[in-house]
């Protein structure tokens, strides 16, 4: 081809081109342009591009691609040095720019709320978190969550559900101002972003105000529903540096917050951190606990005061960590039950202590503690009869304690399941009563055994009248209602004397007995036998 050709060749390749294209010397002159470039810029003077492109500094380094927004379309321009000026090239990318723009945006929006979603609130705090600045002090994280949604979401349905959460979305919308950033995080949580205001009060203003507008009823499709909220909040305090970390402490303080009945927010604090940790260390020794033999039962003695003679004994869990000093029950049972391990622990007390009490003499029964969680589960009766007939006990040696939170189950699941097993010979007896709400009506939803009445009112016994009115109360109560009453935690003669003046018929507490370990329990019932309680709580005291 001759250089000619090659030259015509180029102008029509020039001249037809969808691109912008044009020749530019470097005092910005323009030498020529085709009619896409004209087309692209159709009014507005090229000198107005060329000034914002300021192609005479690009010299040598002419590599560059920047996007302009030219008359309303997006543009990508190439710029090549073409001796003697600058071959200008300019693409028109607004559809594909729009695009993924669109895209951008969708992949950080909750479909359902139209809200952001978690993504966008983790990238605007990282944002905000790379700012040093002295205005870092201004932000804070608001995380929300409402109560009773779930219930709602189950009673109601997921379409009422996800209704209510558009609802509460629009009148979260509503309360912050525009320059917050707002977002659902997953199910019925809730993020804010407040930014630039003196914090952490205006961080509990907002979150006040949430606290009463949220919990306005809703009306949806003819119902009245209610929900509640709350807040935790997170400021974005110096030497925070991680977004997912201010999730986290925002979180924290949620917790606390749902903890807490009577509050409405809670705001991090370090602290918070550290007994996380520590829950969640002492969690995972748990879960291991089990499997690796760290549990053990004692047993405490229960007199009988109108025989003189021990009739039973309580099992209570130990547990034996090698790495940890002990762990009391009240700390680590209240663990078990939120995260479920209750069931597999009760169900090992169960067994063994059935499997206990089935060495000792006949007329000894073993009371064994189920909290409410266990009766959650249908199975517990199977569980129970398997217990007893694994292990040969009668039934009529089986006391289950429970306590009133059991009774507190609306659907009755508990009371049934307490029915069935009375029916084959299983005791019952109600565990520190008088410390819940030690409502009347649970005496007489159900047949129980025996009352136990909570070591406060008896060790208090001395002191206050009061409590000693109360103990009474409760023995007179059992006495008309045909069941024996257990006063815990006896620890003197005089406590003693006053049970027993009282009209309690049993008594349970260190001067009768410490619990005592399986392997002495046979031996302390031969001895009690014989002697009389305060020589018996001698001789407990080897244990
Ligand atoms: P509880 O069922 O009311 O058990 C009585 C608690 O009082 C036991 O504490 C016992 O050691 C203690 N105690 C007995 N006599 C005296 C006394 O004279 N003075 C004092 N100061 N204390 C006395 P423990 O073993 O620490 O158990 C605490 C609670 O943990 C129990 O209260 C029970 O609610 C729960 N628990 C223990 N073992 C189990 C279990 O196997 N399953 C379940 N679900 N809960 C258990
Ligand atoms: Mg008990
Ligand atoms: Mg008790």
Same mark, same amino acid.
């Given at each position: ?6 030259? !015509? ?9 969808? &691109? ?40 040598? #380094? ?7 927004? /030219? ?43 139209? @809200? ?38 189950? #009673? ?24 917050? %950033? ?18 952490? &009060? ?88 089990? =499997? ?20 039973? @004994? ?32 009760? !169900? ?30 249908? =199975?517990?009766?199977?569980? %129970? ?87 009474? &109360? ?22 003693? !004397? ?28 031969? /001895?009690?036998?014989? #002697?009389?309680?305060?020589? %018996?709580?001698?001789?407990?005291? /080897?244990?």
């Amino acid at each position: 081809m001759s250089s000619k050709q090659a030259a !015509e060749l180029a102008l029509s390749v020039f001249a037809t081109s969808d &691109a912008g294209l044009a020749m530019i010397a470097p005092d910005d002159r323009v030498l020529m342009t085709n009619p896409a470039f004209e087309r692209l810029f159709g009014g507005a003077p090229p000198s107005e591009l060329l000034a914002r492109l300021q192609i005479a500094s690009w010299g040598e #380094a002419a590599h560059q691609e920047p996007v302009l927004t /030219v008359n309303g379309r997006t543009l990508r321009i190439k710029v090549m040095a073409l001796p003697p000026g600058y071959f200008v090239n300019c693409e028109d990318i607004t559809d594909q720019f729009d695009r993924s723009a669109r895209e951008a945006k969708l992949a950080r929006t909750d479909r359902l709320t139209e @809200l952001g979603n978690r993504q966008l609130l983790r990238e605007r705090l990282q944002a905000l978190l790379h700012d040093s600045g002295p205005g870092r002090d201004s932000h804070a994280l608001l995380t929300i969550d409402l109560d009773r949604f779930k219930a709602v979401n189950d #009673a109601l349905g997921r379409n009422i559900g996800d209704a209510l959460l558009c609802l509460v979305a629009r009148r979260i919308r509503a309360t912050v101002s525009d320059q917050d %950033v707002i977002a659902r995080l997953y199910g019925d949580q809730f993020g804010i972003i407040q930014s630039n205001r003196p914090q952490p &009060a205006s961080a509990i203003a907002l979150a006040q105000r949430l606290r009463d507008l949220l919990s306005r009823p809703y009306m949806l499709e003819g119902q009245l529903i209610e929900v509640s909220a709350r807040v935790g909040i997170a400021p974005l305090t110096q030497g925070t540096t991680d977004a997912d970390q201010v999730i986290k402490n925002a979180d924290l303080a949620l917790n606390r917050a749902k903890q807490d009945r009577a509050a409405d927010y809670c705001i991090f604090e370090s602290s918070m951190d550290q007994t996380m940790r520590a829950r969640r260390a002492l969690e995972t020794d748990l879960r291991r606990a089990l =499997a690796l033999r760290e549990f053990a039962l004692v047993y405490q003695p229960q007199f009988d005061l109108q025989s003189g003679r021990v009739t039973g @004994l309580e099992a209570l869990l130990r547990w034996n960590s090698p790495t940890r000093s002990p762990v009391s029950p009240m700390e680590f049972i209240p663990l078990a039950e939120e995260t479920g391990m209750i069931s597999l622990i009760g !169900e090992w007390v169960l067994r063994t202590a059935c499997r206990d009490a089935a060495a000792w003499p006949d007329d000894i029964t073993v009371a064994v503690n189920v909290s409410a969680v266990q009766f959650a589960n249908r =199975a517990l009766s199977t569980t %129970v009869l398997s217990a007893l007939a694994d292990s040969g006990l009668d039934p009529r040696r089986l006391e289950l304690e429970i306590t009133e939170s059991v009774m507190l189950d609306a659907r009755g699941t508990a009371l049934g399941v307490l029915q069935r097993l009375r029916a084959t010979g299983v005791r019952v007896s109600l565990d520190d009563f008088g410390t819940g709400y030690s409502s009347l009506g649970y005496l007489r939803s159900f047949p129980f055994d025996k009352i136990k009445i909570d070591q406060s009112f008896v060790r208090g016994t001395s002191e206050d009248p009061g409590n000693r009115a109360i103990v009474r &109360a409760i023995a007179s109560l059992g006495q008309n209602l045909g069941m024996a009453t257990v006063a815990e935690g006896v620890e003197t003669t005089e406590h003693m !004397e006053r049970i027993s003046t009282a009209g309690c018929t049993h008594v349970q507490g260190y001067l009768i007995s410490r619990p005592l370990p399986p392997e002495q329990v046979i031996a302390f019932l031969a /001895v009690s036998k014989t #002697a009389p309680p305060t020589s %018996v709580s001698d001789r407990s005291k /080897v244990a």
